[in-house]
């Protein structure tokens, strides 16, 4: 893999490139132009083509790029395989919809497991274990790195026994403060913010 340092800004895209890319494996595009892509995900085809040579020459001019060796590069090259374990903490109505959602289009893997403290919540739910929080060190998979937050009460705790139990990247819905040592990401899902942003983006067009 190349050894320049690739922007923020397209890292954040890598991944609509990939949602697009195993839709067109799915319905069985082989090769695709930039400017078919960029169509699929209303991003400029310069940008495509520039955001791709940050990890290697993947594609010759007038050819197009292989659909497959792109798929490739991004599972092998970038580490966004389809067969991550991702774990779910909360079953409650948010809990419920993201593992009523699972499958992720086939981008990031899936919720293999969630945990509750709500008797009521445990079993089975979407084809998902869901298991007493209290058996987090008991049920958590090995290999899973990836935590779903989706809790209103001990969040800290919660985190720190997640970092205990090996886990590095926590995607935080639940809006409270929360504190991880450098090694592991954490990334905050804010709605509300976002709906915030819309109606003032909305409100300036208006104007």
């Not at 809790?151 to 800290?156: A, D, E, N, P």
Request: glycine share 8%; aromatic share 8%.
């Amino acid at each position: 893999m190349t050894k320049r340092m690739v922007p923020k800004a397209t890292l954040q895209r890598y991944p609509i490139y990939l949602k697009a890319l195993r839709k067109l494996e799915q319905q069985g595009v082989e090769k695709v132009m930039s400017k078919d892509l960029a169509e699929l995900v209303d991003i400029e085809p310069t940008t495509i083509r520039r955001d791709f040579s940050f990890i290697g020459t993947l594609g010759r001019q007038g050819y197009g790029y292989d659909v497959k060796k792109l798929l490739e590069v991004f599972s092998n090259e970038l580490g966004m395989v389809a067969e991550e374990k991702l774990i779910l903490v909360g079953a409650g109505n948010l809990g419920r919809a993201l593992m009523k959602y699972n499958g992720w289009d086939h981008i990031v893997g899936e919720i293999v497991c969630a945990f509750d403290i709500n008797e009521d919540r445990l079993g089975v739910r979407f084809d998902v274990p869901v298991y007493h929080l209290n058996d987090l060190e008991k049920y958590k998979p090995e290999d899973s790195r990836i935590a779903i937050l989706a809790i209103s009460h001990g969040v800290q705790e919660t985190v720190d026994r997640l970092i205990a139990c090996g886990i590095t990247g926590i995607v935080d819905f639940t809006q409270e403060h929360i504190q991880v040592p450098r090694h592991v990401l954490l990334r905050h899902v804010d709605v509300v913010s976002a709906i915030q942003e819309i109606i003032f983006e909305a409100n300036a067009l208006d104007k």
